[in-house]
């Protein structure tokens, strides 16, 4: 009997077994393209992964539903951009026990033989962090800076630096050029500021509003607008653009219609931070401050051995962007960038259409072309200096040159509601062509939203950009980044460099296979001596300008 009962036990056991298999089996089948996407998000790293689901919940941003591929996209590229889990801060929160640049050090690794630096070499340095009892850190996720750099000889390269999630990170420098060499580490933000960033941008989308003034005859009212705008006993104007989708709304003022606006502007920005939270914020404490080394903060770099393959061949796909020497920027990415004078840039653009689009960092050149340019007149249409649109001629050598700001959100003067354009739809009214240049740049208005808001932008971008091209292949189309910027406590709660970096790195994954071209003011701005600036000076411009126009002339310069 015993027998019996173990026997019927077994096939119980053994037919529950295979249901539960077949199971598994089914789900995996179903569900074999979102493991396909774990498994390449995942394995691309040895390292522990960060979390994100802490961050994906935005409390009063809705979005409109996405094509499946747009979905899936928008997921890796969450997942790409995921930053190391921080610590969820304790209440009251301790700046003792966060990380402290006064404390923290960076020594340069020897490595082999004692150590002497050629030409070619990687130069690698360990960062420990420390809080401000100078107990060393045993998570990740602080935001840091590094660049090696020579003053005397104008030269500057950024670093790579990777979170070992422990406190500990590696910053890594090629060696570019020969003598001198100083390294140096800026933390950016503690962790902890992170979590409090990551929480900003799920609970208080708005903290900078915009404004928008209704007129009907001679009455008229201003109404709060936003991309996520907090549900209330007000009803809504919904602006959202018919062609590309893009999400806008404002209040409507009582007694008018939503047909009645006629401004957009800048609103104020609402600060709601526990007091603690604002001592993560300080520039003379732990916002952007140097750390110091250990050691010695420089090394001598000796010419390359020789026999040894070009150096800068063999960085076009896994080093920098490029490099400075003598004050001058020279790519790594398999492009020669020329120098360009006043003569060489006006023949580099006789006879083409120039059109630039995005924030006032690509407003930067179109006002560097009408300072260097004898013969470019800009034709006055009466706008405000800040905002445009803009136009210049140079009809001697039959050269037009437009620019024109994106669509909301953009802080801004007070402009007309119909001036306000999406670049989208901007690219889909030019014919193009071979004489044809678009230039856009959108990052630093998008600081205080999801990121979901600025991957949506991107992608309508895109489309219109393949649009372009499909009717007009021989447009050149140029894409400036985002760059690091001086760092105040509103700056850095509305457009941190944090934010700017993970913009900086979904732009690039976003346009990866088109046929575009980058200004890579990130690591140009990293790079150079001079101080950081949401708008880099004049020295930096002019190298950008130069990246611009080899691409318009690669065999020009002068």
């Known amino acids: 009997m015993k027998v019996r009962a173990c026997h019927k036990a077994e096939i119980k056991y053994t037919a529950l077994f295979l249901f539960l298999a077949l199971a598994v089996l089914i789900f995996v089948l179903h569900n074999i393209e979102t493991l396909e996407v774990w498994y390449k998000v995942n394995s691309s790293s040895s390292l522990p992964k960060p979390t994100t689901n802490r961050h994906r919940r935005h409390e009063f941003c809705t979005f409109e539903p996405l094509s499946p591929e747009d979905a899936q996209e928008e997921r890796l590229l969450l997942e790409s951009t995921a930053w190391p889990e921080t610590p969820l801060l304790p209440s009251p929160l301790s700046l003792e026990e966060t990380s402290d640049p006064a404390h923290s050090t960076f020594i340069i690794t020897l490595g082999k033989e004692g150590r002497q630096w050629q030409i070619g070499d990687q130069l690698e340095v360990t960062i420990k962090i420390c809080d401000f009892q100078g107990r060393p850190k045993k998570t990740g996720g602080d935001v840091l800076l590094a660049r090696l750099h020579n003053v005397g000889l104008g030269a500057g390269v950024a670093g790579k630096v990777v979170d070992h999630l422990n406190g500990i990170y590696t910053a890594v420098f090629s060696l570019l050029w020969e003598g001198s060499a100083q390294v140096e580490v800026t933390l950016v933000h503690p962790s902890e500021a992170v979590t409090v960033l990551q929480r900003l941008s799920v609970e208080q989308p708005d903290r900078i509003y915009f404004n928008s003034v209704f007129r009907s005859g001679h009455r008229s009212q201003t109404t709060a607008c936003n991309v996520c705008l907090r549900p209330t006993q007000q009803p809504q104007c919904n602006y959202t653009d018919v062609r590309t989708g893009e ?312």
């Not at 896994?318 to 840039?345: C, K, R």
């Not at 210049?392 to 050598?397: M, P, T």
């Not at 509601?417 to 889909?428: F, G, K, V």
Request: aromatic share 10%; hydrophobic share 40%.
């Open 247 to 558: 999400p806008w709304f404002c209040y409507k003022p009582q007694n008018m219609s939503c047909n009645a606006r006629i401004t957009h502007s800048m609103g104020q920005f609402k600060q709601n931070l526990k007091a603690e939270e604002e001592k993560l914020f300080d520039s003379r404490v732990n916002m952007k401050v140097h750390i110091r080394a250990s050691g010695p903060a420089d090394i001598t770099v000796l010419p390359k051995m020789e026999g040894q393959p070009n150096v800068e061949s063999s960085l076009v796909k896994s080093g920098p962007a490029g490099y400075y020497y003598q004050g001058v920027w020279h790519a790594l990415d398999g492009s020669t960038v020329h120098e360009f004078n006043t003569v060489t840039i006006t023949q580099c653009l006789k006879g083409k259409v120039v059109y630039m689009f995005g924030d006032s960092t690509v407003r930067q050149f179109f006002e560097y072309l009408n300072t260097e340019l004898p013969d470019l007149k800009e034709f006055d249409l009466h706008n405000e200096r800040k905002a445009g649109p803009f136009i210049s001629l140079d009809y001697k050598n039959n050269i037009f040159v437009k620019y024109r700001f994106h669509g909301p959100p953009i802080r801004i003067v007070p402009v007309p509601t119909s001036e306000l354009r999406y670049i989208a739809n901007e690219l889909d009214g030019i014919t193009g062509g071979s004489n044809t240049v678009v230039i856009f740049c959108i990052w630093a208005h998008f600081g205080t939203f999801p990121m979901e808001i600025y991957i949506r932008r991107l992608q309508n971008i895109r489309r219109a950009v393949v649009r372009l091209q499909d009717r007009a292949p021989d447009t050149l189309i140029i894409i400036r980044t985002g760059n690091p910027k001086e760092l105040t406590p509103i700056v850095a709660l509305t457009n941190s460099d944090w934010h700017s970096y993970q913009a900086d790195k979904v732009l690039r994954a976003m346009f990866k296979g088109l046929n575009v071209n980058f200004v890579n003011a990130w690591e140009m701005t990293l790079a150079h001596h001079l101080p950081h600036d949401l708008h880099p000076k004049p020295p930096i411009i002019k190298n950008m300008i130069n990246v611009i126009m080899s691409y318009m002339c690669p065999q020009k310069g002068g």
